[in-house]
């Protein structure tokens, strides 16, 4: 059974850049489609950033231009390099994953998941 390990959330400042890691434990990340989603107080669990097999990615609107997702498959690490952060950022970022090939970013199609970093970001 594999394993999903975030790290890297906290308190940054608006404007600021913060960089999540997901160590995948038992994953060969070249067979799954991976994804970071987060979820705000009060909101519905969203998808972030997704990245298919075949490397196609998924960003959302409000983060595209601002947060790069990749992946290390030697290292069974998945990243989410976030640049220039703003307060609507602030949320829990929790690191998924699918078997397959998948190009919908959305909560309920991933099968793995991790138990979310806190990144905060004051207004």
């Known amino acids: 059974q594999g394993q999903l390990v975030e790290s890297g959330g906290g308190l940054v400042q608006p404007g600021n850049s913060l960089r999540l890691a997901c160590t995948a434990s038992?994953?060969?990340?070249?067979?799954?489609?991976i994804g970071w989603f987060r979820q705000a107080p009060g909101k519905e669990r969203e998808g972030v950033s997704c990245?298919?097999?075949?490397?196609?990615?998924y960003y959302s609107d409000s983060v595209k231009g601002r947060f790069t997702i990749a992946r290390d498959v030697a290292k069974k690490m998945v990243y989410l390099q976030m640049n220039n952060l703003k307060a609507e950022d602030t949320a829990v970022y929790y690191c998924?994953?699918?078997?397959?090939?998948?190009?919908?970013?959305?909560?309920?199609?991933?099968?793995?998941w991790g138990q979310g970093t806190q990144v905060t970001v004051p207004s």
């Open positions: 990245l298919s097999r075949d490397g196609t990615t």
């Open positions: 998924a994953a699918n078997w397959g090939s998948m190009y919908a970013c959305l909560p309920t199609k991933y099968k793995y």
């Open positions: 038992g994953f060969t990340l070249d067979y799954y489609t």
